[in-house]
C-alpha cells in the first residue's frame, strides 16, 4: 500500500520501517545557504519522512528553533497573500530572513491543487534570503496540508520569520493554532466576517486579529468594532495579553508597521514566563498523539500508554520509536 507523505498523513509513513536508498540530506547549516538545497529537503521528507536521514534532520532542526511562526488564517478572498506579501516586505526591510508556506486547497476528485499563492506573493526570486513554498492541502479541513507541519519544523531553523498561510475553510481553520506562535486572523470588512468570526471557534485562537482593506473605511471600522465585542465575549485569560485588533490596507502599506510591532510584541511577551516554550511543547505532544491516532487509531493509542515526548527529541522521532512497538503488539 502506498503511504501518504507528511505529518497529518504521516503517522502511517513514520511508523513503516526505514526504506533503503534515500540520499543524504545536507546540514541545517548547508540549507541555509541555499533555497535549492532546502527545496530538495523538503521534497524528500515529503516522499519518505520515515527514513532515518530524514528524521536525524527533523531531530535537529526541533532542538533549534530560530524563527517566529505566524500563522495567517481567515476566510477565502480576504487578503491573506496579498497581507502575507506585505509582511514579507516589511521583514526584509529590517534584514530579516523570511520563509513562507503556503497553502491551496485541493481537489476533492482529482486530488491536484493550483498552488496560486505563490504567485500572489510578488517576491523576489532573486533574493536568497526568501523562500516560498506552496503545498496543497490534500484531504485536511483543517488549514494545513499533511506535509505542513514537518516543512515548518525545519524551515523554523532556517529563518529569522515564518509565515504560515492557511487555505481558508471557514470555521474550521483552527489547526494552524497547532504550529504557529502568533496566530493573526484575517477579517475583511462588510462580508460578514466578523459575524463569522464570533460563531465559530476561531474566537478562541489569534493572538492578533487584523481588519483588511480598511481603506474601505467606515465598514472597516464596524468590522473592528464587532471583531472586539466578539473578543469581549472569550472567556479565556491570556496572563496580560489582550487581542489588538488592526486596520491594514496590504495594497496601500497602510497599517502594515504597527501590525509587524504588534507581532514583535507578541513574540517578546512569549519569550516571558516561559510562554514560547510551554506553546511548543504543547503543540509538539499534540502532534505525536494526533499522529499516532490517525495511524493506530483511538484503542491503539490507548494501547500506547501514556505518551510523554521526551525532552530534546522531535514529535516524529518519538512517533517512529512508539509505532515499532505498537506494531508488535
Not at 524551515?155 to 494552524?176: C, F, K, N, P, W
Request: glycine share 10%; hydrophobic share 45%.
Amino acid at each position: 500500500m502506498a503511504l501518504e507523505p507528511g505529518f497529518g498523513a504521516v503517522p502511517a509513513a513514520l511508523c513503516s520501517l526505514a526504506t533503503d536508498g534515500i540520499p543524504i540530506l545536507p546540514s541545517l547549516d548547508e540549507l541555509r545557504g541555499s533555497k535549492a538545497a532546502l527545496a530538495r529537503a523538503l521534497a524528500a521528507l515529503e516522499h519518505s519522512p520515515q527514513a532515518p536521514d530524514n528524521l536525524a534532520l527533523l531531530d535537529s532542526a526541533y532542538a533549534a528553533p530560530t524563527a517566529q511562526v505566524i500563522g495567517l488564517t481567515g476566510p477565502p478572498g480576504v487578503g491573506k497573500s496579498t497581507l502575507a506579501g506585505a509582511l514579507i516586505r516589511a521583514y526584509r526591510a529590517r534584514g530579516q530572513r523570511v520563509g513562507v508556506i503556503a497553502v491551496d486547497p485541493s481537489s476533492r476528485r482529482s486530488g491536484g491543487a493550483l498552488l496560486g499563492d505563490r504567485t500572489r506573493l510578488q517576491t523576489d526570486p532573486s533574493d536568497e534570503d526568501v523562500f516560498v513554498r506552496s503545498m496543497a492541502a490534500r484531504n485536511r479541513l483543517g488549514g494545513l496540508a499533511d506535509l505542513t507541519l514537518s516543512a515548518m519544523l525545519l524551515m523554523r531553523a532556517l529563518y529569522d520569520v515564518l509565515l504560515i498561510e492557511t487555505v481558508g475553510v471557514g470555521q474550521s481553520e483552527t489547526d494552524v493554532a497547532e504550529a504557529a506562535d502568533s496566530v493573526l486572523f484575517c477579517v475583511q470588512p462588510g462580508s460578514g466576517d466578523s459575524l463569522q468570526f464570533m460563531k465559530a471557534g476561531i474566537v478562541e485562537i489569534p493572538d492578533l486579529v487584523a481588519v483588511t482593506k480598511s481603506d474601505m473605511g467606515q465598514a472597516a471600522i464596524r468590522a473592528r468594532a464587532d471583531v472586539k465585542g466578539a473578543l469581549g465575549l472569550a472567556a479565556e485569560e491570556r496572563e496580560g495579553w489582550t487581542v489588538p485588533v488592526l486596520l491594514v490596507a496590504a495594497t496601500t502599506g497602510e497599517g502594515i508597521d504597527k501590525l509587524v510591532g504588534e507581532l514583535d510584541r507578541h513574540w517578546q511577551w512569549l519569550g516571558e514566563a516561559g510562554r514560547l516554550a510551554a506553546r511548543r511543547r504543547a503543540q509538539a505532544q499534540h502532534w505525536l498523539e494526533a499522529g499516532l491516532r490517525d495511524r493506530f487509531g483511538r484503542e491503539g493509542l490507548a494501547r500506547a500508554g501514556r505518551l510523554e515526548l521526551p525532552d530534546g527529541r522531535s514529535p516524529f522521532r518519538a512517533a517512529a520509536e512508539i509505532a515499532k512497538r505498537l506494531a508488535k503488539l
